[in-house]
């Protein structure tokens, strides 16, 4: 499984880290904003938009949505190539992963089915580190419970141990003349 796209000279494209550098969460999906979009797939950011109206009816709200203005305030504070979206009197358009892979059916070209494919592969490995990443996390978690309950029972016989040491208390002697009755 390449993790690159190739030109025919040999020299990589685009990588993975590129893509992920791309990805972002807005509304609770990972998505990408039609710019990055336009420049992995190279074509205008214009044109890109012009084949998603053209195909509006396979761009439901799911795979597609436009961002607000205080969204695309946060993406440019986020995203330090995107700051010159902050002067675009147009909000962009974000694609989640299912939008993405729309994407290819509409964006008929060798390069836009190439780059398709490594960007579905980012998806996966990102969507696959996040499951280990909660699964490290229930395990961490398992490990601190019982290094609690080992916290307490390693104080509870440090606190024997120093019963143990202490000096035995000592009857007090009386001092002075005792009279026996």
């Keep these: 499984m390449s993790n690159k796209i190739i030109k025919k000279s040999g020299k990589s494209l685009?990588?993975?880290?590129?893509?992920?550098k791309r990805i972002f969460v807005m509304r609770g999906e990972k998505v990408m904003v039609d710019r990055d979009l336009a420049?992995?797939?190279?074509?205008?950011?214009?044109?890109?938009?012009?084949?998603?109206?053209?195909?509006l009816s396979r761009f439901p709200d799911d795979f597609m949505?436009?961002?607000?203005?205080?969204?695309?305030?946060?993406?440019?504070a986020i995203c330090d190539h995107?700051?010159?979206l902050k002067y675009s009197k147009v909000n962009p358009y974000?694609?989640?992963?299912?939008?993405?892979?729309m994407l290819s059916s509409v964006l008929n070209s060798e390069r836009?089915?190439?780059?398709?494919?490594?960007?579905?592969?980012?998806?996966?490995?990102?969507?696959?580190?996040?499951?280990?990443?909660?699964?490290?996390?229930?395990?961490?978690?398992?490990?601190?419970?019982?290094?609690?309950?080992?916290d307490e029972d390693i104080q509870a016989i440090i606190n024997l141990i120093r019963q143990l040491h202490a000096e035995p208390e000592k009857p007090k002697t009386r001092i002075g003349f005792y009279q026996n009755k």
Excluded: C, W
């Design 94 to 101: 974000v694609f989640t992963e299912k939008g993405v892979a």
């Design 39 to 55: 420049e992995l797939y190279s074509v205008t950011t214009k044109r890109l938009n012009e084949q998603v109206k053209r195909n």
């Design 82 to 84: 995107l700051k010159p």
């Design 112 to 150: 836009a089915i190439q780059v398709n494919i490594l960007i579905m592969r980012t998806f996966s490995k990102i969507r696959e580190m996040l499951f280990n990443h909660k699964e490290l996390a229930l395990k961490l978690e398992k490990v601190e419970q019982k290094l609690g309950q080992h």
């Design 14 to 20: 685009i990588s993975v880290d590129i893509i992920e």
């Design 65 to 76: 949505f436009q961002l607000t203005n205080v969204e695309k305030i946060e993406v440019v």
